[in-house]
Structures are given as structure tokens and as C-alpha cells.
């Protein structure tokens, strides 16, 4: 169909490049990409594949806005903290873009419903900040042989690679496995504010040039951006022949839930208390009078435990929960016995993310009655009731 | 001997902040035996028990990938620690 008038105004400087012109900007407008993640990355991403014209521009998140989110996540304003972040982005796509369409999916993704979610898009953007939905989702693009720009921060660095289905190495090919725990995410380690701008642009960049069938791609390159020292690497990622989801005999053939999370159910996560740090001061104070015993058990990484824990901690990596649930279970029976009830369980961790992903998986696996959390983590604690309480980095 | 160890971000509070630092050997196991002496711990964040690179590390001598401990590292190569990152 021919560019109206206005689209030719508006898209001029692409129609000036012989690489995109008209038949290019009208491939843009034919094309539908969903971006995962309304967030850092997800952005600048939207913003700029809706500038650009991308026809029809999906977003997926079930977050609302938070004020710390505003540092960097620049598709919202003050006026939408607290709102759906989707809708708020599709109000704001819409305004840049008036000719586009913007889908707002408000759900998280699982391994029930991202297949039926993705299969309609031509790209997949992943911006999101936890890293099995990172797997779900490539293999999820593997399996629906959907090309798959993945990015993801941390601090000062930022990461980029781009699948492509039969053509190049995926996500798992990268990095094979990687748990929760193991990769902290920018709630715990913090991130520099712009740092998103450049890698979520990158991935902007990727996509309209698969979608154009221009330039080179980072297909089987692995792109890092180091801001604190403006570098930028590339290193070579060979397809894994034995790549449990790509490789030649895989064995991920449908899409998998690693976290636990998405099969707690409502109910379930409400069975979880929470604590602030003073409570816990006053409850740990009371422990010898106390007929309910209480177990502490602390998921930070083993680094982390060595530089400061609070008394009688125990240490499970939250990497390591699922596969040492039994053993928690053989604690409780230990320290409950000569008392009345099984101890309560407190998680506790840096800022209070990874304890309550622990609490949620003590539900799951019916660990304990009620899993505590103390909200705000050890970063909390160091704040309201111990100022000489080291909290390591992650 | 020496070579350049350039560090992934959330390995460097190991390194007090560095992001890259100097070490020796000859091979990978070498440096990597090197870097821990000076920074305790850092070595099991990247290798497991049973001396394999963990599956969300990733190593490159120069810009080619490490699949052994026992490759060989030249004066002034460059060693790249790369981590998963997850944040988005």
C-alpha cells in the first residue's frame, strides 16, 4: 500500500537511506515485533522500533510502575508510578506513533502461555531481568523458530546477542544453564541509569535490520559494552551440537518453568509472612523463651555469607534451595526437638528478592507452615538495626 | 609472564572495583590459580568442583573461547571473564 502523506513526512530520513527507502519503511510497517520486559531495556527498545514504524509493536509485563523505576526505564513518567506498565507504555507508544498498532499483554509469561503469546511475532525482543524467564523464553523462540534479540545489564556492562533460527547459536549454546541465584539482577546490584539507553537501542537496531534483511547481525557474536570504561567486545559463540533445546538430540522440546514462582498459586504465596528488621530483632530476641523455635536460613551466594552474616544462619545459595530442600527439612526435625512446634523459617538475603523467591519455593515444597521474609533484606537490617553490619556486594 | 585478566562486572568485588587486573601462568588453570591468591574465592565462581567452567561462565583467551584449563596463555594475551547477566 503507498505511504500517505504523512507517513512520508514522518519517515524521511529512513526514505533518504537507500538501505531502508520506501519498499524498507513499508517492510517496517508490515512487521510485528513483541518486546518482553517494560523496563530498562524495554524502553528505549519500544520507543525506537515504534519511531521507526514497526507496524504492529507488542509489549509483555505484569509489573506496575515504581518510582525507582524512573532512573532509567524512560517510557514512563511521574504520573504513571503505580499503574499497569503496559498500559501506561501502549498510552505512550501511541503518542509517539499514532500510526501503529500497540498490543499490551499485562501477564507473565510461563510455559503455559508463551508459545501462544510469541507465535504471532516476527521478533522477539528480551529485555526482562530474571534469567529462567530468559531460558523460557529462548527456547520458547527456538521451539517456534522465531528470531530472538536477547540484551541484559548489570552495574556497568551489558551484554547483546542475537538468534537466529538454524543459523546461528542460542541463548543456551551461550551460557547452558544459569540459576537464579547465580546472576544477581539490577534490584541487588544496582545499574547505571543510561546503561539500558545503549543496549536496549542495540537490540532496537537488531530488529530492524533482520526485519530489512540488512547488515550483519550478532548472530553467533556476543556483543559486551563496558560504560565505566567505554569498551566494547565481541566474542565468538559456536552452536553447541549438544545444546540441550537447539543442538542435535534436544531435550527441552516443549517450553519449561524453572522457577518455582510461576506454580505457586495465589493462595499460596499469601501463606508467606513477612518481617521487617525490627521484628526479626525483637523475635530472635525472645528465641530461648519461645516455644516456636526459629530457623534462619540466608541465600545469598557463599561469598557474600563469609563477609557478614547475622547469628546462627544457616547458608543455602538459592541456586542450591530446590536440591537441598531434604536437608532443610532434616534441620527443622533437629531443632524441634524438646520444643513444642516445628521452628518458623525466615529467609533472608541482600535487598529481600531472592529470600522471598525462597519462600516462595518453601510453600511449593511444604518446607514449613508459614516461610518468613525479611523484607528489605540484610541491606534493611544494616539500616535499621545493626549500622555496623557489613552487607557484601553481590 | 604476565597477562591481562579483564574482570566481569559482578566478579569485581573480588577485585575491590577493578575491572582489570594482571595475572601469570602459562595455561588457564595457571592464571586462574594466580588470580585466587590474590583473590581469594574468585576461582569457584568460575570453576566448579570437579574443574569445569561453570555454565554461566564463559572465558576467552584473546577473542577465542576456552574449553580447556589446560590452553595455553601467552604474555600479554588477554584472559575475558564473561558472566550471564540477568538484569533487564
Redesign the interface.
Known sequence: MAMTATEKQRYARHLSLAEIGAAGQSRLKNSKVVVI?A????SPSALYLAAAGVGKLALVDYDVVDLSNLQRQVLFTNADVAQSKVAAAAKRLAALNPDIEVVAHDLQLTADNILDTLREYDVVI??????ST?YLINDACVILGKPLVS?????????ALTYLPERGPCYRC???????G?????AD?G?LGVL?GVMGSIQATEAIKLILGIGELLTGR?L?Y?A??TRF??????RRTDCAVCGEHPTILTPQDAVPKSKTTAAQRALISHSTPRQLQLRLGSAAESTTPILLVDVRE??EF?RGHLAGCVNVPIGELAARMDELVASLSGSSRGRSSRPDVVFVCRSGGRSLQACEMAVGARLTAVPINLDGGLLAWARDVDPEFVV??? | MACTVRVASPLRSYTAGAASVDAVGHDIAAVLADLDTNYRGIRFRMIDEHDRIRPHIRLYVNHDAVTSLQQAVHPGDTLHLICALSGG
Do not use: M, S, W, Y
Open positions: 520486559g523496563g530498562g531495556l524495554g528480551d529485555g526482562t531481568d530474571r534469567v530468559r540484551a541484559a545489564i548489570h552495574r556497568f556492562e551489558g551484554q551461550l551460557f547452558p544453564n544459569a540459576k537464579d547465580q546472576v544477581p539482577n539490577c546490584a545499574v539500558p556476543l559486551t563496558d565505566l570504561t567486545d565481541e566474542f565468538t559463540v559456536a557463599p561469598h563469609e557484601a556486594p553481590v
